[in-house]
Every structure is written in structure tokens, then in C-alpha cells.
């Protein structure tokens, strides 16, 4: 076999991989928007199909007949608005302290702060829970957000870039008399859009579908939100799949709206991070 020909054949094998790849990383979310259409005894049938025998578009009115989906929408929209600004803001200052400032105990309090990456969420969950109480915040919108506006992910993600950055810049700077707050807002800022862009299309998928958080903090109807509201299709003894799925598209589709205007800056976000870190 001549050098081209096995060229030929290895980016063909390459592509067959990408493509099933491709394949199964669309097919559940095929699926899903396919389950939302049909009847609940098409959505059981065995062997399963793909297309419903009938399409029924009543499914997506009977999801807002039977839950208050707009009151679960704007709960998850401030949430996640409150959220990402705040993490946006605070881990960026947090990062550049770190980047940037010398003082002691800055490296032990960094490692101090990357330890809670390792610690799972639910171990300290019932701890939380009582801090919460005892601030009177339960079932109230302080402990949907204001728990969630910092992260040492997101500090971590941000320091590791603004490293890279040229220190001859922030010199320049001081000679010509800028205060820390004016270099970070004029310099480092502006030189971050797609690690802050990273940053907050993280943040915001976290928030929009979180479900254990809001759960627990919560009791009443009035402060669910998406993620609570669509489980409760979800029964015992049974599930009406295709609601469950109609409510799953609603819910999905301003994601996925999101991602198709902002995926230049997360692939180049993602890429540069772990290139750099």
C-alpha cells in the first residue's frame, strides 16, 4: 500500500470514529425531543421506536397546565444571572490577588482553597443545611444564590490564565501610576473575555440544572425551580416519559441557544485553559 493510500484510510477511519461519536452523543437528545411528541403508551412500547406512531404537540400546553413553569423559569433565570455576575466578579478578584499580589500565606491559602475542589458537595451538604437555618435563609432566594456567587473552581480557572498574561504590562502600569483595581478592570479584564466567557458558560450550566441544591434548601412552590419542577412528572410507580421529556426540551432549549452563540469562546476557553494550566 502506497504512503497516500494509507493516509487515505486512516483519516477515513478517523472519520467513521468521529462521526459514531457524533452518533451517540446526539442520539439521547434525539430521543428525548422523539419522546416528547408521542403518546404515553408509544413512549412504552417494546421494541422502541424512534419516530412516534402519533405526534402529539399537546404534550408541550399539558406541561404548562400542570406545572407553573414560568414561575420555575424566572426562579432559574435570576438564579443563574445572580449567580454567574457574582462569580464573574468575585472570582476574578480572587484570581488576581492570586496572580498577582504578594502576601503572606498566599500560596498555603490558595492550596487551602484548592483542597475543597476534592471534597464532594453532598459530604457537606448537612452541614450547609444547618449554617442555613441558623441564618434564617431557608426557602428564600439568599440560599439559592448568595452560596453560590464564588467558587475555587472558578478562581482556579482564572488565576491559571491571568499567569500567562505579560507582567510587562502591569509594570507599565504602575510606572504611569495605576492603583491594583485600575490594572485589574483596564488590563487583566479585557485580556480574559474567553476565560470569563468559560468561566460563566460553566456557571451558568451548573446553575440551571442543579437539583440537589434547591431541593433540600426549599419547601414551597414558590421558590422551585426547573430542575425541581420537571422531576415531579417523574412518579413511584410511574412515569409519564413523553411530559417529562416536553418539560426537558423547554427547559433545555435556552442552553442550547446559549452554547450555539457562545461556543467559539468556550472551545477557545477550554482549549487555552488546558493548554496553559
Not at 438564579?79 to 500565606?105: D, E, H, M
Not at 501610576?177 to 466567557?197: D, T
Not at 450550566?205 to 440537589?212: G, K, T
Not at 416536553?246 to 472551545?267: C, D, E, K, N, S
Amino acid at each position: 500500500m502506497t504512503s497516500s493510500a494509507s493516509n487515505k484510510a486512516s483519516r477515513i477511519a478517523v472519520h467513521i470514529l468521529l462521526i459514531a461519536g457524533a452518533v451517540l452523543m446526539i442520539m439521547p437528545f434525539l430521543w428525548m425531543l422523539s419522546t416528547s411528541f408521542k403518546s404515553f403508551a408509544d413512549s412504552m412500547k417494546v421494541p422502541p421506536a424512534l419516530f412516534p406512531a402519533e405526534w402529539h404537540f399537546e404534550n408541550y400546553s399539558k406541561v404548562l397546565e400542570t406545572i407553573d413553569f414560568a414561575r420555575y423559569y424566572g426562579n432559574t433565570l435570576l438564579i443563574t444571572v445572580s449567580r454567574t455576575a457574582g462569580q464573574l466578579l468575585l472570582c476574578s478578584l480572587a484570581a488576581y490577588s492570586f496572580a498577582s499580589l504578594k502576601f503572606p500565606g498566599k500560596n498555603i491559602i490558595f492550596l487551602a482553597m484548592l483542597a475543597v475542589l476534592m471534597v464532594p458537595s453532598q459530604v457537606v451538604m448537612i452541614p450547609s443545611f444547618v449554617i442555613m437555618r441558623e441564618l434564617d435563609w431557608l426557602d428564600t432566594f439568599y440560599v439559592l444564590i448568595i452560596p453560590g456567587i464564588f467558587s475555587a473552581f472558578g478562581t482556579f480557572l482564572l488565576r491559571q490564565f491571568f499567569m500567562t498574561l505579560p507582567k510587562d504590562l502591569e509594570e507599565a502600569a504602575k510606572i504611569d501610576g495605576c492603583s491594583y483595581f485600575r490594572i485589574y478592570w483596564n488590563i487583566y479584564l479585557p485580556l480574559s473575555k474567553s476565560a470569563l466567557v468559560s468561566l460563566a458558560i460553566f456557571t451558568i450550566l451548573a446553575s440551571w440544572n442543579e437539583l440537589l441544591w434547591p431541593l433540600i434548601m426549599t419547601s414551597s412552590e414558590d421558590m422551585r425551580v426547573l430542575s425541581i419542577g420537571i422531576s415531579t412528572f417523574q412518579g413511584q410507580h410511574s412515569t409519564d416519559y413523553p411530559l417529562l421529556m416536553a418539560g426537558a426540551v423547554m427547559a433545555t432549549l435556552p442552553i442550547i441557544i446559549l452554547f450555539i452563540f457562545l461556543q467559539r469562546y468556550f472551545i477557545e476557553g477550554i482549549a487555552m485553559n488546558g493548554i496553559k494550566a
